[in-house]
């Protein structure tokens, strides 16, 4: 199984969130079944490494944030990917334009949409917000959810 979780710029919110779900994954024991990987739809950013922000919200919960460069997101991720996770409503708009058929756009979820009563909320981008403490909590209340339906797929 392959995750792909998707935002703006790919330095923000898509690192916090791969870093985030590689942690809880392992903790599962099940690194070596669901690969995380993430993605931008933009290029504003390419090659950037995850903003200071990101790192040091991450860093504050022990976790790492290496090995992660900004790229965009492209018709090889659709092949590979089982789900394509983005953050708000722009990136849903767009990963799903990019997508090269019907089948890999309906790969394409708000990473909020297993998440009981909140399936339409967005991840805000803390870019513009500044509140990466925000970020954390948000993808921590909505990412175990996506482990949960994954667990149930590998078995
Ligand atoms: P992200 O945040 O989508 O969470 O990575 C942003 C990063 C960069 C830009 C916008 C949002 N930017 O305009 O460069």
Not at 19 to 30: H, I, Q, R, T
Not at 124 to 151: I, M, N, R
Request: proline letters at 5%; glycine letters at 4%.
């Amino acid at each position: 199984m392959k995750v792909i979780f998707v935002c703006l710029g790919n330095i923000c919110r898509s690192p916090m969130a791969e870093a985030m779900f590689k942690d809880m994954v392992a903790s599962a024991g099940l690194s070596s079944q669901i690969q995380i990987d993430s993605a931008a739809t933009s290029t504003y950013e390419l090659g950037s490494s995850p903003d200071s922000r990101t790192v040091k919200e991450l860093a504050k919960h022990g976790l790492p944030a290496t090995g992660m460069i900004a790229r965009q997101l492209d018709a090889t991720d659709f092949n590979s990917a089982d789900l394509i996770l983005v953050m708000d409503e722009n990136n849903l708009r767009d990963a799903k334009k990019m997508a090269p058929d019907k089948n890999s756009a309906d790969k394409v979820k708000l990473v909020y949409s297993l998440t009981p009563g909140k399936e339409n909320y967005v991840v805000a981008d803390p870019w513009y917000t500044g509140d990466f403490a925000k970020t954390y909590a948000d993808l921590s209340e909505a990412l175990p959810h996506w482990l949960e339906y994954l667990k149930k797929r590998i078995k």
